[in-house]
């Protein structure tokens, strides 16, 4: 049954108790919806809940279920795509962008830097049609 599915993969959680319900509710959502296309009613999802640790009540679990699908609308759903212990890899070859016409600081002082920034910021040339009229009428 569903809501066995959805007690069995909210236990298998560490801390599932202690997570906010939209973070409950985003990482069961593709058992949720699961027993959602079986046609079981909100309220036997809730108990399900409730039997697995969660302490949400019907009317929020509406709310909040609503909240979690908008915020995942743009997402590819995922069943079961849990990371392992939480870790999420990023790329460290990847440089931060600088701004148009700066000057590479790798040798100025830290105050150095900040005030050749603002000086850019002062001075420096803008793309900002608005910013460029005002700069002309001073």
């Not at 302490?55 to 709310?63: G, I, P, Q, S």
Request: positive net charge; contains cysteine; proline residues 7%.
């Amino acid at each position: 049954m569903s809501t066995d599915l959805i007690i069995a993969a909210a236990r298998r959680i560490k801390g599932f108790e202690k997570l906010p319900v939209t973070a409950q509710l985003s990482l069961l959502l593709a058992e949720i919806e699961a027993a959602r296309k079986h046609r079981l009613p909100l309220q036997v999802i809730c108990e399900a809940l409730n039997e697995a640790g969660s302490k949400v009540t019907l009317r929020y679990l509406r709310e909040a279920l609503s909240v979690v699908r908008k915020r995942n609308q743009g997402t590819p759903a995922a069943p079961h795509a849990l990371p392992a212990a939480g870790i999420v890899k990023t790329s460290q070859t990847t440089k931060p962008q600088q701004t148009p016409g700066a000057v590479e600081s790798e040798n100025l002082t830290p105050k150095e830097a900040r005030e050749q920034k603002a000086e850019a910021y002062v001075t420096g040339t803008s793309s900002n049609p608005l910013l460029n009229r005002q700069r002309e009428n001073k």
